[in-house]
């Protein structure tokens, strides 16, 4: 599993604010109105997210809860409390303190290694990323196959999906873009510029088709600093057997609101006013 830390996207260090504002931006992604289009399987995985994001945003920000949690992470346990009668108590003897003498029972159990509750945070039935990428997809897959009927899903490196369309162009009176998606941490110029060269190789395309990436990313560089990385790839010449268009279309994962280049065909401002609305 991971640990609260990381399912909130916060340091160990984050103070009572950053936690509670990482907890509404998180939560705020898992809404069911987010969701609802998606389907029941997304649907419950959304909802175990949710409910994962509460006990982690609960627990960290209770300071007592948020303490026995730091130290159960770092492998140990709070030592026990010792009750004063008064001022004057006796120390507790050595000999009588357990965490400072070993046990030297033979049956005792020794203490757990410190790396092994860490990695029982670091294992989970489905992460975070895993359970956005899924929706994500999902939801492409539906515009695409409502505009152009049914796909082809063909596996290409660097891509967590790819979408072709099986109708003809005289069918549809257009040649039916084929469409890339990746989903990333961080959609800046370098993520646009390597998303063009992966999808200029990826050889999809087919006659006249353009060819878009939905390039999706949590954290967004700057607008102008994406406006001038998608204009500069979309002025690369692909290969002499590339497609004749070839766009990347940065797609913000909290809002879906988009940023594409100008020039851009019309089959292509169809897709995107679709995904984007």
Same mark, same amino acid.
């Given at each position: 599993m991971k640990s609260h830390y990381d399912l909130l996207s916060v340091p160990p260090n984050a103070d009572a604010d950053t936690i509670k504002k990482a907890f509404r931006r998180e939560i705020a992604r898992y809404h069911p109105d987010k969701v609802i289009?998606?389907?029941?399987?997304?649907?419950?995985?959304?909802?175990?997210r949710a409910a994962e994001l509460t006990v982690a945003y609960k627990t960290l920000s209770d300071p007592l809860m948020r303490e026995q949690y730091d130290?159960?992470?770092?492998?140990?346990?709070?030592?026990?409390?010792?009750?004063?009668?008064?001022?004057?108590?006796?120390?507790?003897?050595?000999?009588?303190?357990?965490? /400072?003498?070993?046990?030297?029972?033979?049956?005792?159990?020794?203490?757990?290694?410190?790396?092994?509750?860490?990695?029982?945070?670091?294992?989970?039935?489905?992460?975070?990323?895993?359970?956005?990428?899924?929706? /994500?997809?999902?939801?492409?897959?539906?515009?695409?196959?409502?505009?152009?009927?049914?796909?082809?899903?063909?596996? /290409?490196?660097?891509?967590?999906?790819?979408?072709?369309?099986?109708?003809?162009?005289?069918? /549809?009176?257009?040649?039916?873009p084929r469409v890339l998606v990746r989903v990333s941490e961080v959609a800046d110029a370098a993520a646009v510029s390597d998303a063009w060269s992966a999808a200029s190789r990826a050889r999809v395309h087919a006659g006249k088709s353009p060819v878009v990436v939905l390039l999706f990313g949590r954290q967004l560089a700057p607008p102008r600093e994406l406006q001038r990385a998608m204009e500069g790839a979309s002025r690369q010449r692909p290969a002499a057997d590339g497609p004749a268009e070839l766009v990347v279309v940065v797609v913000n994962t909290g809002d879906w609101t988009c940023q594409a280049p100008d020039g851009i065909s019309a089959t292509v401002r169809k897709l995107i006013d679709q995904v984007c609305a």
């Open positions: 289009h998606l389907g029941p399987e997304f649907q419950e995985m959304a909802a175990t130290a159960s992470v770092a492998g140990f346990e709070l030592p026990p409390t010792i009750p004063q009668d008064g001022p004057q108590s006796a120390p507790v003897p050595a000999a009588a303190e357990p965490r /400072i003498q070993p046990p030297v029972e033979s049956d005792s159990q020794p203490p757990p290694p410190p790396s092994s509750a860490k990695r029982l945070f670091e294992t989970e039935r489905a992460g975070r990323d895993q359970i956005l990428k899924r929706a /994500i997809t999902a939801r492409v897959h539906g515009i695409v196959e409502n505009l152009y009927g049914p796909t082809e899903t063909p596996a /290409i490196r660097g891509f967590d999906a790819v979408l072709v369309p099986v109708a003809k162009p005289r069918f /549809i009176g257009s040649y039916p």
